[in-house]
């Protein structure tokens, strides 16, 4: 198979994204701690999501007050956020800061910013990479006029399931995602009931 342009490849990813009716991920997420400019520690997280946007998201790992945590977001029931954690139970409205991130995690969200930054970008040929055991299509470029100035997107060759996602800037590393596992289950809005 042929690898495909920088811009094949990101077309691709949108109809997958279009396509794809339900899946659940984990990924791991790291951002960087401006005071010492590394990455901070790992967070891991499971969503699972059906479209058009029903979602739930569970905390794998991120401190020993959220592990556990199950957040779900099912407008047709009520357009707040419900999280719980055990007996624990809280109710957020969608623009609380504290839950601002949730919606930034379905691939929807994370296709229409990859786009928004790819727009213009002097992109690098596409590579055929390894991660881990998955075999992937790296493709590298520059946003202009955008505090993310280098975007490391890797999808897998398969079926273009995002592996590895790198923003950053000129100080380095801003974000990282690393998806560690997929399914496509057949989910039902039963399984995003609150």
Do not use: C
């Amino acid at each position: 198979m042929q690898t495909p342009t920088p811009q094949q490849l990101m077309q691709q990813f949108a109809q997958k994204v279009a396509r794809t009716r339900a899946y659940r991920y984990t990924w791991e997420f790291q951002e960087r701690d401006e005071p010492t400019g590394k990455l901070g520690a790992k967070q891991i997280y499971t969503l699972e999501f059906l479209q058009p946007h029903y979602r739930k998201m569970t905390i794998v790992q991120r401190d020993a007050f959220s592990n556990g945590a199950v957040l779900t977001h099912n407008p047709d029931l009520d357009t707040k956020v419900h999280a719980r954690k055990g007996f624990i139970r809280r109710v957020y409205e969608r623009n609380d800061p504290e839950v601002a991130r949730f919606f930034e995690t379905d691939l929807g969200y994370i296709l229409k910013d990859l786009q928004r930054l790819f727009r213009g970008a002097k992109a690098e040929p596409v590579k055929s990479v390894q991660q881990g055991q998955r075999n992937g299509y790296q493709l590298v470029f520059a946003s202009p006029k955008d505090p993310v100035q280098r975007v490391s997107l890797t999808l897998e060759r398969a079926d273009l399931m995002p592996l590895r996602i790198e923003y950053a800037d000129a100080k380095g590393t801003r974000s990282l995602r690393v998806y560690t596992e997929y399914a496509f289950p057949n989910l039902t809005k039963d399984d995003f009931t609150i």
